[in-house]
């Protein structure tokens, strides 16, 4: 790679960022940072805040604290590892969907029914939605649960206090996984489709998914990252992760670890056994507890996943082999 294209590369990785104001695709556009601010205003004003507007929504606390420097920062590197290693690759979820497409025509051969161009819509998106959501959770359950995967994901967890930005603070090798886990589940699908509905998988088939995650991302996704308790009536709870449900995955109390996992939908959550209703905390404390210091700064969060690893390996092959 010669210096310009790394020069290009580094400034394209600014700008982005900084672009996502202006993309409906993604959390921090502007319309869905307004939506939270009319949510937060709600909770303002519900709660009958003592603080002025601007000093609950914006305390320097929060958006002012080194652990918000730490996201601020890594939504930058995150932005350049897309481009570098992400970017490159969003192809083979084309590839993924010809081969799954080839691979069901050869194996079943021609569907004994075609699905019309609405259904292909309108199933499509359920079964997208409903798959990629559980796709999220079980791979974040994953992350919680497999130590090595873990320690990538503590980045996410060690935030101390939480701001819409939060959302990008992960480790870039957390980044990678998610990205694969897209693409995978954008390909099988999307062949699936494509076979079931005898090719008329197009631009329009996506609008549904869009939309839902239109919906999603104005009601309010941006409060998940925030101090601002907004919560659900509990029946909805039990289907939709509410912001305070979110938080409640960031606290710092043992007895809230790996609750909360899901993205979208709380139903995973539910029917595995790992949901936590907002009304069941009280005063949460974000971050990893003792081990904050430990991740107080932004190099400290890429290199401790790798340092943790290591020593443990270290410690592995020291007990097998006596040494
Ligand atoms: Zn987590
Ligand atoms: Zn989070």
Not at 236 to 265: D, T
Not at 306 to 317: A, E, G, P, T
Request: charged residues 15%.
């Amino acid at each position: 790679m010669e210096i310009k294209e790394i020069l290009d590369l580094i400034i394209e990785s600014i700008s982005t960022p900084i672009s996502y104001i202006f993309n409906p695709k993604k959390r921090l556009y502007i319309l869905y940072l307004c939506s939270a601010l009319i949510l937060a205003f709600y909770v303002y004003k519900r709660d009958r805040i003592r603080s002025t507007l601007i000093r609950y929504l914006f305390p320097k606390k929060v958006w002012l604290s080194q652990s918000a420097f730490v996201d601020y920062a890594m939504i930058f590197l995150n932005s350049f590892v897309k481009l570098l290693l992400v970017v490159p690759y969003l192809i083979y979820g084309l590839y993924i969907a010809f081969y799954t497409n080839e691979y069901l025509f050869d194996y079943f051969g021609t569907p004994a029914f075609t699905l019309t161009a609405m259904q292909t819509v309108v199933g499509y998106t359920i079964v997208f939605t409903l798959v990629s959501d559980f796709m999220s959770y079980l791979v974040h359950y994953l992350m919680h649960k497999i130590p090595f995967l873990w320690e990538f994901h503590k980045t996410h967890h060690s935030a101390t206090t939480l701001n819409p930005v939060t959302q990008y603070r992960i480790h870039p090798v957390e980044l990678l996984i998610n990205n694969a886990r897209s693409i995978l589940v954008f390909g099988v699908l999307t062949g699936l489709f494509d076979y079931l509905s005898n090719h008329q998988v197009h631009k329009l088939v996506f609008l549904g998914v869009n939309v839902l995650s239109f919906g999603f991302l104005l009601f309010g996704a941006n409060l998940r990252h925030s101090h601002v308790k907004l919560r659900y009536w509990s029946f909805l709870e039990y289907i939709f992760i509410s912001p305070v449900q979110h938080q409640i995955h960031h606290s710092n109390n043992p007895k809230f670890f790996n609750k909360n996992m899901g993205s979208m939908f709380a139903l995973w959550d539910w029917l595995f056994g790992t949901l936590a209703l907002s009304k069941t905390a009280k005063n949460i404390e974000f971050g990893l507890g003792e081990e904050d210091e430990q991740y107080s700064s932004f190099w400290k969060n890429i290199y401790m996943p790798f340092y943790n690893i290591f020593m443990s390996v270290k410690m592995f092959l020291k007990r097998i082999f006596n040494l």
